[in-house]
């Protein structure tokens, strides 16, 4: 009973060594369910890129895995905070003057920014009163946004605030940047020789080769039914002749669970208004496929299972075979991650 992540390694670990070229300094991440990998083995990978650091979210994520080098805390520090045990020498983020008087001196810090993001960060008012002695400040960080619907240059704002930071006290050796294209680091480094520009990058590091990486869910059983029968907690009724199938993959493992997501143009907005009418008769795309074409949930997903519909004389697969979904890699929790391509049974 596994929902399993298959990783062609070889091609995944080709995907990070080109995107490591691409930039120079990078900083991986490795936070929350690990990209679908987990933490641990990303923290793995980033060791074999020799990169020196890895980023995580939080301390606790900082606690529990092992890395060779620095760890940096990307989730700022707060007084007061509950924090757990983190390796020595560990990297906390701050964002706040409060939150970096109250840490020990000698502590590392890196001082994050209020960008346009308008998240979280230090005001560049606030930026003459760091103190002098105390926390080692030991680079700046700028988390910028996705998007820029105003046109406006994210390396200009970049250099807004290396100029800021410039005239409150020394120019700053290191800057940390997220969501920032190669080419505009290579600008701002340019433009700055004197200051690191050191990228922290997750999601396109692991995830940015979509092929290496294979979703596949095991059948459990496989039942024939008729048109008009009832089945599932419900009692719906099978729209037309075919086969239900339980297959691995459930809420626990993430499957059916879909975060918001920001739309633009017409046409995704009416797919998603398509979406929901769909929804509103019980009737909504699974993310499993077989025999090369999408399936529908039968009824809502179970903790760790799902039941499909396969209507129609099509060939079911039987138990023991592998389904292909299609995941949020971000969202999903797998039940193992096999390190080799296999090719997928009805995935043709």
């Known amino acids: 009973m596994t929902l399993s992540l298959y990783v062609d390694t070889a091609r995944w670990r080709a995907h990070q060594q080109a995107v490591l070229a691409e930039y120079p300094g990078l900083v991986p991440v490795a936070k929350g369910n690990g990209y679908g990998l987990g933490n641990a083995r990303l923290a793995e990978e980033a060791a074999l890129l020799g990169t020196g650091m890895l980023a995580v979210g939080t301390a606790q994520e900082a606690a529990d895995v092992s890395f060779p080098g620095d760890l940096l805390v990307l989730t700022p520090y707060r007084p007061g905070e509950d924090a757990p045990a983190v390796p020595p020498g560990t990297i906390r983020t701050v964002a706040h003057l409060d939150a970096l008087r ?36 030991e680079g700046f960080a700028l988390h910028l946004p996705l998007d820029r619907p105003d046109g406006s240059d994210p390396v200009g704002e970049v250099a807004d605030w290396m100029e800021a930071i410039a005239a409150a006290g020394p120019a700053p050796g290191t800057v940390y940047l997220s969501h920032l294209a190669a080419a505009d680091v290579a600008r701002l480094g340019s433009r700055y020789p004197d200051t690191a520009f050191r990228s922290r990058i997750g999601t396109r590091l692991w995830l940015g080769d979509v092929a290496a990486l294979h979703a596949a869910a095991t059948v459990l059983d496989v039942t024939a039914v008729a048109r008009g029968e009832r089945y599932g907690y419900r009692q719906h009724k099978a729209p037309s002749d075919g086969h239900l199938l339980v297959v691995t993959g459930g809420t626990a493992h993430g499957v059916g669970m879909e975060a918001p997501k920001y739309l633009h143009g017409v046409l995704p907005r009416a797919k998603g208004l398509a979406r929901a009418g769909l929804a509103a008769v019980n009737r909504t795309l699974s993310p499993y496929a077989w025999g090369g074409r999408q399936l529908w949930f039968a009824e809502p997903p179970h903790m760790q299972v799902s039941i499909l519909f396969l209507p129609g004389a099509t060939k079911p697969p039987v138990i023991g075979d592998e389904l292909p979904l299609t995941v949020r890699h971000t969202t999903t929790h797998f039940d193992r991650v096999v390190d080799h391509r296999e090719t997928l049974l009805g995935a043709a």
């Open 102 to 137: 109250a840490l020990p001196a000698g502590a590392r810090v890196v001082v994050e920014c209020m960008t346009s993001m308008r998240r979280h960060g230090i005001a560049r008012a606030d930026l003459p009163k760091l103190p002098a002695d105390g926390p080692v400040v």
